[in-house]
Nanobody, 125 residues
């Protein structure tokens, strides 16, 4: 079993940047595909990005393409989400999730086996 802990959230002005980290313990991350999701108040959980175990498949949600970059450092057991040009509509709790098996639909929360507790990102002036 793997435990995931997100960090790096906070308050940032529109146009600013943040880098989120998803650190794992209890198991190595190189056996898992990792997804980033976000959930704003009153809205459904939304898939933001996904990176496969070896990093050879990467996907982004339409609303973050060109602004967010996902990466992983298996030696550090950590996956990152670099978020640039942040907008107020990016405000949400951001979660990382790990999937043991090959994912067909990366945006579906049920595809993942383990979740972190989330980190708040607030974009506001």
């Amino acid at each position: 079993q793997v435990q995931l802990v997100e960090s790096g959230g906070g308050l940032v002005q529109p146009g600013g940047s943040l880098r989120l980290s998803c650190a794992a313990s209890g198991s190595t991350l190189d056996g898992y595909g990792i997804g980033w999701f976000r959930q704003a108040p009153g809205k459904e959980r939304e898939g933001v990005s996904y990176i496969s175990r070896r990093g050879d498949r990467i996907y982004y949600g339409e609303s973050v393409k060109g602004r967010f970059t996902i990466s992983r450092d298996n030696a550090k057991n950590t996956v990152y989400l670099q978020m640039n040009s942040l907008k107020p509509e990016d405000t949400a709790v951001y979660y990382c999730a790990a999937a043991r098996r090959l994912i067909i639909h990366w945006t579906v929360p049920g595809s993942y086996n383990y979740w972190g507790q989330g980190t708040q990102v607030t974009v506001s002036s």
